[in-house]
């Protein structure tokens, strides 16, 4: 009887450890991703957490909700913010985020990081997603990336940059 009481009792020990070390660890990837401004990974990761009343979770919960109700003007401001500190990686995530959102001034930002003609912050050059963010710079009203547009696309070929489509 006594080898069976210690038995059950390792063994809730045991099942009692593992619990708070996959739950320490659903805390860290959580918080891995939030740190690289991966929001739906977190948000997966802590949900679960913040219910059970994991206080860490709940509050983390809280910031990545307020970031995501933010204005394009306030996830530009605060890529702006986020550039100066080095978070550059970041940075990218809030300025692609407030182009997704409509902000032609955060579009043209990007494009020109990935043309290599603004800050670069370590962005490696790419030209098709610069042409990308050009595009949608264009699209969204901003004056400069229309010009820009107009005056590296050739007459005959206007159809090739916006798809002849748009013009039927």
Known sequence: MRNLTATLCLMIAVL???AGVSWSQDLQKGLTAYK???F?????????LA???DADAQKKLKEIKILLSLSPKEQRNLASLEARKGNYKKALNFLDQASGNGDHIASW???GNYRGTLQGWG???DLRKARHYEKLAAEQG????QSFINAITPWWKFWAFYG???FW
């Open 40 to 48: 739906a990974t977190a948000l997966r990761e802590w949900t679960p």
């Open 123 to 125: 962005i490696k050059k």
């Open 164 to 166: 002849w489509w748009r």
């Open 36 to 38: 690289s401004g991966d």
């Open 142 to 145: 901003s004056p400069s990336a």
């Open 16 to 18: 009692l450890g593992s």
């Open 51 to 53: 219910e059970q009343g």
């Open 109 to 111: 930002k990007l494009a």
